[in-house]
């Protein structure tokens, strides 16, 4: 559900169909990722989220939430993305 996304963080953990997933409450539009940093063992749900991306909690790579893209290093690899349908409050994932 959208509500269960973090007010205070603006991001969710949750498994689909096997996979870490990071949901972003990104000022209404949600958006999902990969949730495991591509860099180290980071989850970014535990990182900072601001203005459309997020930081790893790790190492502080940034990525932009939208297209996946890393935003400075230490990461260099792009996020897997998730399309994302909410019905009702409820949010449905496809893999990009
Ligand atoms: Fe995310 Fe290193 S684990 S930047």
Do not use: W
């Not at 063992?41 to 601001?50: F, Q, R, V």
């Not at 890393?70 to 909410?86: A, I």
């Amino acid at each position: 559900m959208v509500s269960d996304i973090s007010a205070d963080t603006g991001t969710l953990r949750v498994v689909h169909e096997g996979e870490g997933v990071c949901l972003y409450n990104l000022q209404g539009d949600i958006c999902a990722t990969q949730d495991r940093c591509p860099h180290g063992n980071a989850s970014l749900a535990d990182g900072y989220l601001e203005d459309g991306t997020i930081e790893c909690p790790l190492h502080q790579g940034v990525f932009d939430i939208r297209t996946g893209k890393p935003q400075c290093p230490p990461v260099t690899t792009d996020l897997r993305r998730y399309e994302v349908r909410v019905e009702a409050g409820t949010v449905y994932l496809k893999a990009e």
